[in-house]
């Protein structure tokens, strides 16, 4: 290296600005990527520092020094203890580049140093060898620090799959400029299926999603999307398993210039969790229903026992008349028949929860049995003014004693929750195969988020429950008779303003297979 040692002590002290230009002009025509950890500098500390770097390298050329010089930097480089930039960011290909820049600056030198042509390939031989000596070491550990890099992603990496899949939480990229996603493997297993490379069509995740709810998802993602907004969405799929599946996603938009460039997002199956909710929520309304329903039998049962005490008593003085006798009777008559079909009820329940809920149909008069039960009910309560209108002439076929309990459900709801009111109205509509039964009322009504709940076994709004006695049962029963009639139930309410209710059913009994 003696003559390039030479070489570098003559642009040290003729030409160091000059070669400190031209090296800094070479590394920015490679490009090397290094230097954008330098943007920060001024143009004049961008320049100081690179003819600092360049007299340092001269002088460690000149002296003889460079290769231990070298070793120096790279025990840096896998020490970490790099200026403004970790070794993580350094890649093979920079070094490479910041070699050659050097190379070439040098290069520019030589005809300047001498113009002995022998000399000069004698300088370009050393030269070449010299950056070949520490590029190939160089290059050595850098690999060995990218390989370490590696190893260590690939660990975080495990540990994310991992954590995901005891989550159970997927992760997922949308680019809408080519309208791709791609999964993580929890992603593929939530939706059932086997993880593999490369992207989906969102059309094809589309398919797994419940029908009924595509429009709203679609909907949803679209305003996000419009209002630059993050989204949290819950839905049910069917998945690729035919495994029904509650899954929650959040979903983040990211915008460069106003440019939607990718959203990422995560989603978990959160089935479990519903599933547990759910269960808990049912234990503690099952408790409740366990005080309410004690309370409920207790009270007729204590009616039943002091008429009959004091039947006892009185016919035991012998001063009774028989009118008296009657009403008593009477009384405590109506206690066991509240008693009766709170017990019925509460059978039902047993019933429909073992599947042995069981149907006697036959053929009967529709208008028959609400005009029946509307009779009833005017003995309960003469306050309310029951209306029906409608056909009243409809044979369908059906559980007479079913129907009936429905149609007593719906009409009882009605006075009960409609104290300050007194106007009732049942309607019939009659359309070629199915037949539609509302009860209206003008009473307190029921708020939009409770419209499904009110269905549910147990369940009572919280609001009612310490003014109107009710054991959250009714609706659900009714529920239950009506769908194994092939039917459906539903509200339209609106609080303070009054509740229809109504059920739907095919005149014509099909059996469900
Ligand atoms: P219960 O009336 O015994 O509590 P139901 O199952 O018949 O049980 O009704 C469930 C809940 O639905 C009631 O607790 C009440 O909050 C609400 N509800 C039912 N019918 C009406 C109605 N016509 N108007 C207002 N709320 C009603």
Redesign the pocket.
């Known amino acids: 290296m003696h003559n390039l040692s030479k070489l570098a002590g003559f642009i040290l002290e003729n030409h160091l600005e000059e070669y400190a230009e031209r090296y800094a002009a070479e590394a920015k025509a490679a490009k090397v990527p290094l230097l954008r950890f330098f943007e920060h500098l001024s143009e004049k500390e961008f320049a100081n520092m690179i003819r600092e770097s360049v007299r340092k390298f001269l002088t460690e050329l000149k002296e003889g020094r460079a290769l231990e010089a070298a070793a120096e930097s790279r025990k840096n480089w896998e020490e970490d203890k790099l200026p403004g930039f970790s070794k993580k960011q350094i890649k093979p290909s920079d070094l490479v580049l910041i070699y050659t820049a050097q190379k070439f600056a040098l290069y520019d030198f030589i005809p300047r140093f001498t113009r002995d042509v022998d000399l000069a390939m004698q300088i370009t031989k050393e030269l070449a060898q010299f950056h070949g000596e520490i590029q190939n070491e160089a290059l050595k550990i850098l690999f060995k620090i990218q390989k370490e890099i590696e190893a260590e992603l690939e660990e975080k990496n495990i540990q994310l799959e991992q954590a995901q899949l005891l989550a159970h939480i997927g992760s997922w990229e949308y680019i809408p400029d080519t309208k791709k996603i791609s999964w993580s493997k929890e992603m593929f297993r939530i939706y059932g299926l086997e993880p593999r490379e490369g992207t989906i069509e969102p059309q094809e995740i589309l398919q797994y999603i419940n029908p009924e709810e595509q429009e709203s998802i679609s909907r949803s993602w679209q305003e996000a999307l419009s209002k630059k907004h993050s989204l949290r969405q819950e839905y049910s799929i069917t998945n690729g398993r035919g495994e029904k599946r509650i899954i929650e996603t959040h979903s983040f938009p990211i915008y460069e210039n106003d440019h939607l460039v990718k959203v990422y997002g995560t989603s978990q199956d959160i089935t479990d969790i519903r599933e547990a909710e759910i269960e808990r929520q049912i234990s503690l309304q099952k408790d409740e229903f366990m005080s309410i329903a004690s309370h409920e039998l207790k009270t007729p049962l204590t009616s039943v026992k002091a008429y009959i005490d004091l039947m006892d008593e009185i016919l035991r003085n012998g001063s009774i008349s028989q009118a008296d006798f009657g009403k008593y009777i009477h009384k405590a008559k109506d206690n066991i028949l509240k008693l009766h079909s709170l017990i019925a009820d509460l059978l039902d329940i047993s019933k429909i929860h073992s599947g042995k809920l069981k149907l006697n149909i036959e053929k009967l008069n529709l208008g028959e049995i609400i005009s029946n039960c509307v009779e009833t009910v005017n003995h309960i309560s003469s306050k309310h003014v029951i209306k029906i209108s409608g056909p009243s002439d409809i044979i369908i076929e059906a559980d007479k004693h079913r129907m009936e309990q429905v149609v007593m459900?719906?009409l009882t709801?009605?006075i009960?929750?409609?104290p300050n009111q007194n106007h009732i109205s049942i309607h019939v509509t009659d359309t070629n195969s199915k037949v539609t039964v509302s009860?209206k009322?003008q009473?307190?009504?029921?708020h939009p988020s409770?419209h499904h709940k009110?269905?549910q076994r147990f369940?009572?709004?919280n609001e009612?429950?310490n003014k109107?006695?009710?054991?959250?049962?009714?609706?659900?029963?009714?529920k239950e008779i009506i769908e194994r009639h092939n039917g459906k139930v539903w509200?339209e309410?609106e609080e303070e303003k009054?509740?229809e209710?109504f059920f739907q059913i095919p005149k014509k009994h099909t059996q469900k297979s």
């Open positions: 459900n719906f709801n009605a009960k929750y409609s009860v009322d009473g307190i009504g029921i409770n009110i269905f369940f009572r709004i009612h429950v109107f006695t009710g054991l959250g049962i009714g609706l659900y029963i009714s509200v309410s009054g509740s209710f």
